[in-house]
């Protein structure tokens, strides 16, 4: 089955910088991958998510990169500000498939 | 978009009693929901998958008779945690595949077995 790592579990910037997240997939089957953001006790929000068939995919401030040969897949986001706090969780299944495996998460604190 | 309601968000029971976890899609029919476990500080576990009409599917280590899971209607899933002990305690939530929307979760159980 799929096995998805992330790094860093933790990450602290300083509001306005950048923070980037990384994970790898070991499933080159998986054809989908997501991006949920976790504030504490709340569900998981989709916030940006990525097909097999494109590289890179932007949604204003969020961009998630896919490199298939390499089998990993980034988040980016640029201009942090202090309501991006949260845990980042990515996460690799193929589409209209029920096994999607989440990373282990990354704590992400951007100080004011 | 599509919107999956899950009650309640937080019990707490006393350990050897069961609990009942509802999922409802209220805007769509789920033919398939997934139940997973979070615990502190930790990602997503997936427990299992329910399909309407049809038994579910566990995951490895995760015993079938503690963890009843029922699909009877394309809006509508249980997970119920029977025999429940302290150790049961987490954060369960639920989740649906949706056309356009990946998937769309539950706002999450807190139980609290004490």
């Known amino acids: 089955g799929e096995n998805v790592e992330q790094h860093p579990s933790t990450l602290s910037v300083q509001e306005g910088d950048s923070a980037v997240i990384k994970c790898t997939y070991s499933?080159?089957?998986?054809?989908?991958f997501p991006w949920y953001k976790q504030e504490l006790g709340k569900r998981p929000q989709l916030i940006i998510d990525i097909r097999s068939n494109v590289g890179e995919k932007k949604d204003q401030r969020i961009a998630v990169t896919l490199n298939k040969t390499a089998k990993h897949f980034s988040l980016h986001i640029t201009e942090t500000q202090p309501e991006d706090s949260a845990v980042y969780f990515c996460a690799a299944s193929r589409y209209n498939n029920n096994d999607m495996r989440f990373g282990a998460g990354t704590r992400l604190t951007v100080k004011p | 978009g599509a919107v999956v309601s899950q009650h309640p968000s937080r019990v707490i029971c006393k350990s050897g009693t069961s609990v009942k976890i509802e999922c409802r899609s209220l805007d769509f029919q789920a033919t398939t929901m997934f139940w997973y476990r979070q615990f502190p500080k930790q990602s997503l576990m997936l427990m299992a998958t329910s399909n309407e009409g049809s038994k579910a599917t566990y995951e490895q280590g995760v015993e079938k008779d503690k963890f009843l899971i029922n699909h009877a209607s394309l809006t509508l899933s249980t997970l119920t945690v029977t025999s429940a002990h302290p150790e049961d305690s987490s954060f369960y939530i639920c989740s649906a595949m949706t056309a356009g929307d990946g998937y769309t979760f539950g706002s999450g159980t807190r139980l609290t077995v004490v």
């Open positions: 499933d080159s089957a998986s054809n989908y």
